[in-house]
């Protein structure tokens, strides 16, 4: 089948457009992709606990930590920024925790203690209008 001289232009286009709908539309399910893995599931007083990040891409701007239901300044742990001498930089809410971020997102919390248990959330900019998010809840049991 021929496709008329006149109407090859709109074609063209309108293929183009489809395709940068579905990689706008691969990209945003992608961020579904994210998740935080508790190793232990459980974890108990004074043991320490890995935040494994998920589904990270390659290359990102930065990730930030946060602990409780909201995400700003104050409930901040720490903001690491790949490629610098100094990657980590404590926030507000890190007090006397002992808290370690990895290149990879993730976080370790050395020995946890039954204060530190509730929502942990981590925000990973991957651009300026780009932010991949994903939150986990953590209970410390106190040892019986």
């Given at each position: 089948m021929e496709i008329p001289m006149g109407t090859q232009g709109c074609f063209s286009k309108s293929l183009l457009l489809?395709?940068?709908?579905?990689?706008?539309?691969?990209l945003q399910g992608s961020q579904a992709a994210l998740h935080i893995q508790k190793?232990?599931?459980q974890p108990q007083k004074n043991?320490?606990?890995?935040l494994s990040v998920q589904g990270v891409p390659d290359t990102f701007q930065d990730f930030n930590w946060y602990l409780g239901e909201e995400m700003?300044?104050?409930?901040?742990?720490?903001?690491?920024?790949?490629?610098?001498?100094?990657?980590?930089r404590d926030g507000s809410a890190m007090g006397q925790r002992d808290i370690v971020g990895f290149p990879?997102?993730?976080?370790v919390l050395r020995?946890?203690?039954?204060?530190?248990?509730?929502?942990?959330?981590?925000?990973?900019?991957?651009?300026s209008?780009?932010?991949?998010?994903?939150?986990?809840?953590?209970?410390?049991?106190?040892?019986?």
């Open positions: 489809s395709a940068s709908i579905l990689v706008l539309w691969m190793i232990p599931e043991q320490d606990l890995l700003y300044g104050g409930t901040r742990l720490f903001t690491y920024i790949p490629g610098i001498q100094r990657p980590q990879n997102g993730s976080m020995r946890a203690q039954p204060t530190d248990s509730g929502t942990y959330q981590v925000a990973i900019t991957i651009n209008e780009w932010t991949m998010k994903a939150k986990t809840e953590v209970q410390v049991a106190g040892k019986c």
